[in-house]
């Protein structure tokens, strides 16, 4: 661990003019010796993957470039070398891979094309040997029937089985570094750890450097040597691993990894006997159906929820979780009748909801609303602030001048400037806006809500503000709460109760606590295993990190 | 409002159009003014060439004034351009909210009918119906919405198909409102920047289908317009040249003009640079 | 399943749904040119001047337009199907006789003009995206701005004063020079001449359409994921546009031509009766005034399957250039 592979020296990355901020990347110094990995942590904006760009010569140019600074590779300055040269690092010295695969890969190109690319471009190898080569790469990050993958194309593979491709690609010419931005964050927590695997097996394989680019302080703890966090373009910490998560120093790591949700469970309040939601027997199927002249083979069925059976108990907040497909979001919307069921009974109070027309259902609005994932799509952007608050209300037939009174309490209930009132939803942050939408759902003074992924398109450190917000605002209302989510963390801190979700069941229920320390099914343990980092914080800070750093 | 003018303002050949369309609505607004007369009259020496006899852009066979009948036949081509347009965009919106916002089986009636009117060669189709209907100024704005709304209504569709499924829709559907109040008061109003944009290239289409059908005779024949012109200058183009010229730079520019304004608010509305900054 | 097999389902499936929409098509237009006022009779008794109405009467019966409508078009669907589209009693012929007869020509100057449409504007637009912002993208840029504001008819006018009137390169009209009785290569030679003008002329719209969507998709496929995968895989600009990015911006070039060749048709009456070319848009523009019902219905009947079919091959091609599609 000698051998600088890689030594960033002052870099600036500058922006085009008219942008929030003059440079992306400010005076950023960083190394990486051979088989070592560096996480580079930071929120959304805050310079990281133009920092990855940048040593690949990546840029979106011509607005962004380098204004200053040195990136050394092996003692060489990419940033002055030239287009032939750079071509040359590319993909056979340097490789990386993206966060999103599906668009990554090319849509109309075979995977064993894609992966031949490398091979002719960089050295010269005859066509059979080239194909056996792929073979043998797709074979080594273990994708089953490779010959067949071959010949696939990116849309047939799963998430999961393109990033396993994306990775044979990037090692196809064994780089001595490999650029990993976000890899794993399109990907379910079951996936993403066999991929954290994959990557770190072939690193200790072929002693790669890796500079891994993440906002996941769990990814961090598993997989990184050393860190380096960066805030506005800023690197505010850098250290070991074990240095910046279990002693860190700056006030932004601290909130940070603060915010990061404990995997500890907190303990259930108490709660009353009373269900005020039941459900039995839900069934949901999608597709199946005919064209509308009956010809043409029938679609195929999806079962996204199989008999499902719940209890929402008054004052609990119930957790529902799955990874994506799971059946969970499904069973959110056909619990508040935005989608039809097959079959099956949903009770409020132990009245029965589950076929009520639209008009017949409109005054149970009142007892049950719903707080959406994305707070971008979930608020009209044509609408004013308050009108999408007070929309609730007024539907229902309360008196407008009511209904505007109740909107602006709202609005200071959730936190926000009583200026917000007149604005439009764009003038606001992600974390903003799902205030707007939690007041939305508020403003029917409803009994029961449902979260539908309320703080999985938020930052690490908005979330853990919306979840508190949430928390208040339950104990203040006293309201029953259907939580859904993918995020193991936040649903210990937030749910007393869980569901575990899949392929359309429910596997296993328990308290949060128990479910957590004696996990019953095979899945529950899958996806508790899964969840990135849990060695770290599981409440005492611990040791493991340093062990993980030992033995890399 | 003063942000939309300053994006639209970037775009300086948008300007431009801009520009152009006022003064060809000037021309249009003030024709009475310019050109008292009726444009079909007896004005001078007929076939008198450029800048002789008085004639700014010269004359035709009848003696008819050249300029006065691109003044008055502005008049027309705004008048049928943006009219057809409007009511194909009304059709087209019925058509693509309703099929789009519930699906199903109403979707699959509406888009084949939809279909239907695509697949018809839509010139001929217009052409036969001002035939039928006798050449008009209604015949020719009703043919050209008939063959104009199928586009409004699939990109319409695709739309609502879209925003159907956005979770601020789903929170009205929470709130119980009803569906005729979520697809004009809350879907509608966020397809409109791909619908004026849609129009504001429809109204240049429909300006040159409007010539076309003049060409061919099929005008209105109380009422000059630039089509009409070129159409009755077509058998002098060895010896008068200019009554087919002038009239068709006349479209040219026009619909060159419509064509740079619905770039530019393209540019301004186009709703990817306005999400998430 | 297999992708060639995929591929004979999505087809078949595709002609089928061509069926309904012809029989739709059909039925529109023979209600509508119904309710136009005055049928054939009348045109012919015009022409012949002095028509007592007894013998209009019996022309009617002669004719089977004395039944009812619905009659009248049952007995034309029944005809179709036999593919007997009826008689044109204006040009004393089989419909299908004169439709053939005019087919050739027709089809001759849209295969031109596809060929010239589609192959130029990819070519251009490709080369726009690629020197994006030198002059020569600007130069291409106006060019189909220019060209895409432009009436069609107006464009032949102005054509036929240059080439031949000013400068006498091309002839003004027609498809040949039929007083010159060429035969073999001259007489293709000769055809050929004739098919320039028009063939420019009905192909400058849809230049100018097939180049500024080409440049405006090659450079919204620039700016994908994956133009980046390759950059980072050390390919060259060379690759990357001809075999990443070509292919993807294609698509939606090749969808829309097929979309387009309707409103081919529709172009080529206009260009088809200004260089006096003896097709099918001349044919129907003739015959619609002189309410020559079956002709119509004929002319219409072959446009709109000649659309189908072409809609279909251009299906068939997407499917070769996309493996995403589905037989869904």
Same mark, same amino acid.
């Given at each position: 661990?000698t051998?600088?592979?890689?030594?960033?020296?002052?870099?600036?990355?500058?922006?085009?003019t008219g942008?929030?901020?003059?440079?992306?990347?400010?005076d950023?110094?960083?190394?990486?010796a051979?088989?070592?990995?560096?996480?580079?942590?930071?929120?959304s904006?805050s310079?990281?993957?133009?920092t990855?760009?940048?040593?690949?010569?990546?840029l979106?140019a011509?607005?962004?470039?380098?204004s200053?600074?040195?990136?050394?590779?092996n003692?060489?300055?990419?940033?002055k070398?030239?287009?032939?040269?750079?071509?040359?690092? *590319?993909?056979?010295?340097?490789s990386?891979?993206?966060?999103e695969?599906?668009?990554?890969l090319?849509?109309?190109?075979?995977?064993g094309?894609?992966i031949?690319?490398?091979?002719?471009?960089?050295?010269?190898?005859?066509?059979?040997?080239?194909?056996?080569r792929?073979?043998?790469?797709?074979?080594?990050?273990?994708?089953?029937?490779?010959?067949?993958?071959?010949?696939?194309?990116?849309h047939?593979?799963?998430g999961g089985?393109?990033?396993?491709?994306?990775?044979?690609?990037?090692?196809?010419?064994?780089?001595?570094?490999?650029?990993?931005?976000?890899?794993?964050?399109?990907?379910?927590?079951?996936?993403?750890?066999?991929?954290l695997?994959?990557?770190?097996?072939?690193?200790?394989?072929s002693?790669?450097?890796?500079?891994?680019i993440?906002?996941?302080?769990?990814?961090?703890?598993?997989?990184?040597?050393?860190?380096? /966090?960066?805030?506005?373009?800023?690197?505010v910490?850098?250290?070991?691993?074990n240095?910046?998560?279990?002693?860190?120093?700056?006030?932004?790591?601290?909130?940070?990894?603060?915010?990061?949700?404990?995997?500890m469970?907190?303990?259930?309040?108490?709660?009353?006997?009373?269900?005020?939601?039941?459900?039995?027997?839900?069934?949901?199927t999608?597709?199946?159906?005919?064209?509308?002249?009956?010809f043409?083979?029938?679609?195929?069925?999806?079962?996204?929820?199989?008999?499902?059976?719940?209890?929402?108990?008054k004052?609990?907040?119930?957790?529902?979780?799955?990874?994506?497909?799971?059946?969970?979001?499904?069973?959110?919307?056909?619990?508040? *009748?935005?989608m039809?069921t097959?079959?099956?009974?949903?009770?409020?109070?132990?009245n029965?909801?589950?076929?009520l027309?639209?008009?017949?259902?409109?005054?149970?609005?009142?007892?049950?609303?719903?707080?959406?994932?994305?707070?971008?799509a979930?608020?009209?952007?044509?609408?004013?602030v308050?009108?999408?608050?007070?929309?609730?209300?007024?539907?229902?037939?309360?008196?407008?001048d009511?209904?505007?009174?109740?909107a602006r309490?709202l609005?200071s209930?959730?936190?926000?400037?009583?200026?917000?009132?007149?604005r439009?939803?764009?003038?606001f942050?992600?974390?903003q806006?799902?205030r707007?939408?939690?007041?939305?759902?508020?403003?029917l003074k409803?009994?029961?809500?449902i979260?539908?992924?309320?703080v999985?398109?938020?930052?690490?450190?908005?979330?853990?503000?919306?979840?508190?917000?949430?928390?208040?605002?339950?104990d203040?209302?006293n309201l029953?709460m259907?939580f859904?989510?993918?995020d193991?963390?936040?649903?210990?801190?937030?749910?007393?109760r869980?569901?575990v979700?899949?392929?359309g069941?429910?596997?296993?229920?328990?308290a949060?606590a128990?479910?957590?320390?004696?996990?019953?099914?095979?899945?529950?343990?899958?996806?508790?295993a899964a969840?990135?980092?849990?060695?770290?914080?599981?409440?005492?800070?611990?040791?493991?990190?340093k062990?993980?750093?030992?033995?890399? | 409002?003063?942000t939309?003018?300053?994006r639209?303002?970037r775009?300086?050949?948008?300007?431009?159009?801009?520009?152009?369309i006022?003064?060809v609505i000037?021309? @249009?607004?003030t024709?009475?003014?310019?050109?008292?007369?009726?444009?079909?009259?007896?004005?001078?020496k007929?076939?008198?060439?450029?800048g002789?006899?008085g004639?700014?852009?010269?004359?035709d066979?009848?003696?008819?004034d050249v300029?006065?009948?691109?003044?008055?036949g502005?008049?027309?081509?705004?008048?049928?351009?943006?009219i057809?347009?409007?009511?194909?965009i009304f059709?087209g919106i019925?058509?693509?909210?309703?099929?789009?916002?519930?699906?199903?089986?109403?979707?699959?009636?509406?888009m084949?009918i939809?279909e239907?009117?695509?697949?018809?060669?839509?010139?001929?189709?217009?052409?036969?119906l001002?035939?039928?209907?006798?050449?008009?100024?209604?015949?020719?704005?009703?043919?050209?919405?008939?063959?104009?709304?199928?586009?409004?209504?699939?990109?319409? *569709?695709?739309?609502?198909?879209?925003?159907?499924?956005r979770?601020?829709v789903?929170?009205?559907?929470?709130?119980g409102?009803?569906?005729?109040?979520?697809?004009?008061?809350?879907?509608?109003?966020?397809?409109?920047?791909?619908?004026?944009?849609i129009?504001?290239?429809?109204v240049?289409?429909a300006?040159?289908?409007?010539?076309?059908?003049?060409?061919?005779g099929?005008?209105?024949?109380?009422?000059?317009s630039w089509g009409?012109?070129i159409?009755?200058?077509?058998?002098?183009?060895r010896?008068a040249?200019w009554?087919?010229?002038?009239?068709g730079?006349?479209?040219?520019?026009?619909?060159? @003009?419509?064509?740079?304004v619905g770039?530019?608010?393209?540019?301004?509305?186009?709703? *990817?640079?306005?999400?998430?900054? | 399943?297999?992708?060639?097999?995929?591929?004979?389902?999505?087809?078949?499936?595709?002609?089928f749904q061509?069926?309904p929409?012809?029989?739709?098509?059909?039925?529109?237009?023979?209600?509508?040119?119904n309710?136009?006022?005055?049928?054939?009779?009348?045109?012919?008794?015009?022409?012949?001047?002095?028509a007592?109405?007894?013998?209009?009467?019996?022309?009617?019966?002669?004719?089977?337009l004395d039944?009812?409508?619905?009659?009248?078009?049952l007995?034309?669907?029944?005809?179709?199907?036999?593919?007997d589209?009826?008689?044109?009693?204006?040009?004393?012929?089989?419909?299908?006789?004169?439709?053939f007869?005019?087919?050739?020509?027709?089809?001759?100057l849209?295969?031109?003009?596809?060929?010239?449409?589609?192959?130029f504007?990819?070519?251009?637009g490709?080369l726009?995206?690629?020197?994006?912002?030198?002059?020569?993208d600007?130069v291409?840029? /106006?060019?189909?701005l220019?060209?895409?504001a432009?009436?069609?008819?107006?464009?032949?006018?102005?054509?036929?004063v240059?080439?031949?009137?000013?400068?006498?390169w091309?002839?003004?009209?027609g498809?040949?020079?039929?007083?010159?009785?060429?035969?073999?290569?001259?007489?293709?030679?000769?055809?050929?001449?004739?098919l320039i003008?028009?063939?420019?002329?009905?192909?400058?719209?849809?230049l100018?359409?097939?180049t500024?969507?080409?440049?405006?998709?090659?450079?919204?496929?620039?700016?994908?994921?994956?133009?980046v995968?390759?950059?980072?895989k050390?390919?060259?600009?060379?690759?990357?546009?001809?075999?990443h990015v070509?292919?993807?911006a294609?698509?939606?070039?090749?969808?829309m031509?097929?979309?387009q060749?309707?409103?081919?048709?529709g172009g080529?009456?206009?260009?088809?009766?200004?260089?006096?070319?003896?097709?099918?848009?001349?044919?129907a523009?003739?015959?619609?005034?002189?309410?020559?019902?079956?002709?119509?219905l004929?002319?219409?009947?072959?446009?709109s399957?000649?659309?189908?079919?072409?809609?279909l091959?251009?299906?068939?091609?997407y499917?070769?250039?996309?493996?995403?599609?589905?037989?869904s």
């Amino acid at each position: 661990m000698t051998e600088k592979l890689l030594q960033i020296d002052n870099l600036f990355i500058e922006l085009p003019t008219g942008s929030e901020r003059q440079h992306a990347v400010q005076d950023l110094s960083l190394e990486l010796a051979q088989g070592e990995t560096l996480c580079v942590v930071g929120e959304s904006g805050s310079g990281k993957s133009l920092t990855a760009r940048a040593v690949m010569g990546l840029l979106p140019a011509p607005h962004v470039r380098v204004s200053g600074g040195q990136i050394n590779f092996n003692s060489e300055d990419v940033t002055k070398a030239t287009y032939d040269r750079l071509r040359d690092i *590319r993909g056979s010295e340097i490789s990386m891979i993206f966060q999103e695969p599906m668009t990554a890969l090319n849509p109309v190109m075979s995977i064993g094309n894609q992966i031949d690319e490398i091979f002719r471009y960089h050295v010269s190898m005859s066509r059979s040997e080239r194909i056996e080569r792929a073979i043998e790469l797709l074979r080594d990050v273990n994708l089953p029937n490779p010959e067949q993958i071959m010949n696939a194309y990116p849309h047939e593979l799963s998430g999961g089985q393109r990033q396993r491709s994306m990775i044979a690609m990037a090692l196809a010419l064994k780089p001595q570094i490999l650029i990993a931005d976000e890899p794993t964050t399109a990907l379910d927590v079951t996936t993403q750890a066999q991929i954290l695997k994959l990557i770190r097996d072939m690193q200790t394989a072929s002693n790669t450097g890796v500079l891994f680019i993440t906002h996941d302080f769990g990814v961090v703890a598993d997989i990184a040597d050393r860190v380096v /966090v960066m805030q506005h373009g800023i690197v505010v910490e850098s250290g070991t691993v074990n240095q910046v998560l279990n002693s860190p120093e700056h006030p932004y790591t601290q909130a940070l990894i603060s915010a990061v949700p404990s995997l500890m469970p907190r303990e259930a309040r108490s709660r009353l006997e009373k269900t005020v939601l039941q459900v039995r027997g839900l069934n949901k199927t999608f597709g199946g159906g005919k064209s509308f002249f009956g010809f043409g083979k029938p679609n195929r069925e999806v079962r996204a929820v199989k008999d499902v059976e719940l209890d929402l108990h008054k004052g609990e907040t119930l957790g529902v979780v799955g990874e994506s497909g799971s059946g969970k979001s499904t069973l959110a919307r056909c619990i508040i *009748r935005l989608m039809d069921t097959d079959s099956g009974e949903i009770s409020i109070d132990g009245n029965e909801i589950n076929g009520l027309s639209r008009a017949e259902m409109r005054p149970w609005r009142n007892k049950i609303q719903m707080v959406f994932q994305d707070p971008f799509a979930s608020l009209n952007p044509r609408v004013r602030v308050g009108d999408i608050i007070a929309q609730g209300p007024v539907t229902q037939g309360i008196d407008r001048d009511e209904a505007i009174k109740r909107a602006r309490e709202l609005i200071s209930i959730v936190g926000l400037d009583g200026r917000a009132f007149d604005r439009f939803p764009h003038e606001f942050s992600g974390g903003q806006r799902q205030r707007i939408g939690i007041a939305r759902s508020l403003a029917l003074k409803p009994e029961i809500l449902i979260a539908d992924e309320p703080v999985s398109a938020l930052d690490v450190s908005i979330q853990a503000q919306i979840l508190k917000l949430l928390d208040e605002i339950r104990d203040q209302m006293n309201l029953s709460m259907l939580f859904i989510t993918h995020d193991l963390r936040v649903a210990a801190q937030v749910c007393d109760r869980l569901a575990v979700m899949r392929y359309g069941e429910i596997v296993e229920t328990g308290a949060t606590a128990k479910l957590f320390a004696n996990p019953q099914h095979s899945y529950t343990r899958d996806l508790l295993a899964a969840v990135p980092g849990k060695e770290w914080k599981t409440g005492a800070k611990s040791s493991s990190v340093k062990s993980r750093t030992k033995s890399a | 409002m003063s942000t939309f003018w300053q994006r639209y303002k970037r775009n300086k050949s948008a300007v431009f159009g801009l520009a152009v369309i006022i003064i060809v609505i000037i021309m @249009a607004a003030t024709a009475n003014f310019l050109y008292p007369f009726d444009p079909f009259r007896l004005a001078g020496k007929p076939l008198s060439g450029p800048g002789m006899n008085g004639f700014w852009l010269g004359s035709d066979s009848l003696g008819r004034d050249v300029a006065a009948g691109i003044v008055h036949g502005a008049k027309t081509s705004l008048l049928i351009g943006l009219i057809a347009t409007l009511v194909a965009i009304f059709i087209g919106i019925v058509f693509g909210a309703f099929a789009g916002y519930y699906g199903g089986r109403l979707d699959d009636i509406l888009m084949r009918i939809t279909e239907i009117f695509q697949t018809i060669p839509s010139f001929i189709f217009a052409i036969l119906l001002v035939a039928i209907m006798k050449p008009s100024i209604v015949s020719i704005v009703i043919a050209i919405a008939v063959v104009s709304w199928p586009g409004v209504a699939r990109l319409v *569709r695709g739309e609502f198909l879209a925003l159907k499924n956005r979770e601020f829709v789903q929170a009205c559907h929470t709130l119980g409102m009803n569906d005729l109040r979520i697809m004009l008061r809350e879907i509608l109003p966020n397809c409109m920047s791909p619908i004026i944009v849609i129009g504001s290239l429809m109204v240049a289409t429909a300006i040159l289908i409007e010539s076309g059908l003049a060409f061919l005779g099929l005008g209105d024949p109380n009422i000059m317009s630039w089509g009409f012109q070129i159409g009755a200058g077509r058998t002098m183009l060895r010896s008068a040249w200019w009554v087919c010229t002038f009239p068709g730079v006349a479209i040219l520019i026009t619909v060159l @003009a419509i064509n740079l304004v619905g770039e530019g608010l393209n540019d301004a509305l186009n709703p *990817r640079l306005r999400e998430r900054n | 399943m297999t992708r060639s097999t995929k591929i004979v389902k999505y087809v078949s499936r595709r002609l089928f749904q061509g069926v309904p929409i012809i029989l739709a098509i059909i039925i529109i237009n023979f209600f509508l040119l119904n309710l136009a006022e005055g049928d054939a009779v009348d045109v012919l008794a015009g022409e012949a001047g002095s028509a007592t109405p007894e013998y209009m009467a019996q022309l009617r019966a002669k004719f089977g337009l004395d039944q009812p409508l619905p009659v009248q078009l049952l007995v034309y669907l029944k005809n179709v199907l036999a593919l007997d589209l009826g008689y044109s009693f204006r040009h004393d012929m089989p419909v299908s006789d004169l439709i053939f007869d005019r087919f050739f020509a027709t089809g001759l100057l849209m295969t031109c003009t596809i060929l010239l449409a589609v192959g130029f504007g990819v070519l251009l637009g490709l080369l726009a995206a690629m020197r994006l912002n030198t002059w020569k993208d600007a130069v291409i840029t /106006v060019f189909a701005l220019i060209t895409y504001a432009t009436p069609l008819f107006w464009v032949g006018l102005m054509m036929i004063v240059v080439f031949s009137l000013k400068l006498g390169w091309l002839p003004t009209s027609g498809m040949e020079n039929v007083a010159a009785f060429y035969e073999g290569w001259d007489r293709v030679k000769d055809i050929a001449v004739h098919l320039i003008l028009p063939t420019v002329t009905l192909s400058l719209f849809y230049l100018a359409l097939y180049t500024r969507m080409m440049r405006a998709s090659m450079l919204e496929q620039y700016g994908q994921d994956y133009v980046v995968t390759a950059r980072a895989k050390g390919l060259t600009e060379r690759r990357i546009t001809f075999v990443h990015v070509l292919r993807n911006a294609l698509l939606p070039v090749v969808t829309m031509a097929g979309v387009q060749v309707g409103a081919l048709i529709g172009g080529s009456v206009i260009v088809e009766s200004v260089f006096a070319w003896p097709g099918l848009g001349m044919l129907a523009f003739e015959s619609l005034f002189a309410r020559d019902l079956n002709l119509l219905l004929g002319i219409f009947m072959l446009s709109s399957i000649l659309v189908i079919v072409v809609n279909l091959i251009v299906d068939i091609i997407y499917c070769f250039l996309d493996p995403r599609i589905e037989v869904s």
